[in-house]
């Protein structure tokens, strides 16, 4: 038995993964998040931007460079402009003079703009390597902590908010990653040509500067309408994934109630949300937008207009007039992006904060310090004064004490509702206690590893679910490194090896979206099989053979009955075939054991025994 754990907090935390067992290939992000919340939201994404320094130091320095050599052009320009006056007016004839100077600017001006494209280009390929590394790295960040979050985060959130959030949440962030750098470097830029600007000349370098001022309050302004109205496009987006998802898994269910027109008329009041969203958003781009475009517009003809009269003037020469206007197009340029970077901004702001929101999620159920794994396993269960709830729901549970001694093949009987399938999700610790305490072996369920509990403790729900891959994949999902001949034995255990050879393509069948092309007694087959190769020491079947027909179910339970021998057996039952299978029978009502005794003894002294199987028959039928 060891003392240290391997699934705690601290090994999630540094991007380690060790499971009992099982070796896993998976390696976390470089970095994560930071964990403070008082943070800005891209203060606390820069960690994970930074550990991808080698990209976006090289995407920032080549942009920078790029922009750097873009602006030398322009004075290069008025020089070559310039001298070529100066050689025009001070010779009566064209000459090699002339050509010569001619020659070695214009050269001069291609080799610039050759480093200029070749320099950006590379820049950008960096940017967005970077980019699309970050957006990869929060998905994985976001579905690793999903992995870890419990039980009632689930009962709580909707798929729909998830599957936005790790997706177009998450492109927004990307998207702006991309852009704000850019525009970042290019505001730089900036600086550098005004800088060229005023030493040119600093009349015309402060009247072109003049709308600068006027653009910032517009960019504010814009700012503080635009983000309120990202967060809620963003939040009616993933209603709408919900929506989509809820109708895709539950299909069956609209088809058979023939409710089809009911949920596209969801749906289309979902779209319309989404679509009042973006037309707000549109109305806002429209009122603030001209004002950050044309703004700059004023600049460039306040500068044509005074550099135009210094040229008159002789105060100013032709070449200085064409520099300015290249430079200020170079200042324009940002500006004339402000808009849709503060329209980004905003909208990764909002889906960066919403990211948060699960990231920042602390699961329920977490292991102590010190936690230890369970290792072998004899198999005593013990349920002692358990009191449980969900949530803040009312309790279920109220004190409940049982105890299955190892090797023990119990059924668990009571009325619908009664907390039979609770006590089940108890035992692997889906869900904490309230009052009281679960133990195997005599060890609290609360003192040990997550991963080596729920190796030892195998579980088959009523509703069984398959991935979307082949069958054989399916039963060796617990254990990945199965031989075929281990596949099949658990096959044949849970008596689905015959109908399985059956099928197309045999084991490499590949089954539907949560296995629907399968019925569901094949379905559950494949579940207990799937539980069976893992071999574990403690088995739960929660009415595991609901969904399968008696004939059937006596040949699994002739099967079964060798394979629970040697292993504590807790069984949900609701058929007396089921029942059959247990050595002894605990009665459960109100959250309380009432009684227990083998089938015959419960039938012979407890009138409610038979009563709950009565009325378990005529459901199941």
Known sequence: MTTASTYDME???????????????????????????????WRRILPVVISHRATFAGAISLSFLSLIVQTVVPNALRGALDNLSVVYHSSTAVGDAHYAVLRHNVITIIILGLIAGATGYVGRRFMFTTAYNLESDLRNLIYEHMTWLSFSFYDRVQSGQLISRANSDIRSVQM??????????????????????????????????????????????????????????????????????ENINGVRVVKSFAQEESEVNRLADAAEKVAWGYIKDAQFRGQYAPWVQNLPQLGLSLVLGVGGWLVIGGHASTGTILAFNAYLLMLQAPFMMLGQLVMMGQRAKASAERI????????????????????????????????????????????????????????????????????????????????????????????????????QVGVVLDEPFLFSVSIRDNIAYGKMDATDAEVEAAAKAANAHEFIVKLPEGYDT?????????????????????????????????????????????????????????RTTLVIAHRVSTIALASRVILLDEGRVIATGTHEELLATTPLYAEVLAQTTVEAE
């Open 11 to 41: 090994n999630r935390a540094n991007g380690r993964f060790e499971t009992v067992g099982v070796e896993t290939r998976f390696r976390a992000p470089r970095a994560r998040i930071a964990a403070d919340t008082s943070l800005t939201w």
């Open 356 to 455: 948060f929101e699960i990231l920042d999620e602390r699961p329920t159920i977490t292991e102590r310090n010190g936690a230890f794994d369970l290792t072998e396993v004899r198999g005593t269960i013990e349920f002692d004064h358990v009191r449980f709830g969900y949530g803040d729901n009312p309790v279920i549970l109220v004190d409940f004490t049982a105890t299955l001694n190892a090797g023990e093949t119990v059924a668990l009987v009571g009325r619908t509702g009664c907390g039979k399938s609770t006590v089940a999700r108890l035992l692997p610790r889906f869900y904490d206690v309230r009052d009281g305490e679960v133990r195997i072996d005599g060890r609290p369920v609360t003192d040990l590893t997550l991963t080596s509990l729920r190796h």
């Open 510 to 566: 590949v089954v539907g979206e949560r296995g629907y092309t399968l019925s569901g007694g094949q379905r559950q087959r494949i579940a207990i099989a799937r539980t069976l190769l893992v071999n574990p020491p403690i088995l739960i079947l929660d009415d595991a053979t609901s969904a399968i027909d008696v004939h059937v179910e006596s040949e699994i339970y002739a099967a079964l009955r060798t394979l629970l021998t040697h």
């Open 176 to 245: 702006y990653a991309t852009f704000a750098p850019q525009i970042i470097v290019q505001s730089f830029i900036g600086v550098v040509a005004f800088g060229f600007m005023l030493s040119i000349n600093a009349i015309l370098a402060i009247v072109a500067m003049l709308v600068m001022p006027f653009l910032y309050l517009v960019g504010i302004k814009m700012r503080r309408m635009m983000f309120p109205i990202s967060w809620m496009i963003q939040s009616r987006l993933a209603d709408v994934a919900t929506i989509v998802d």
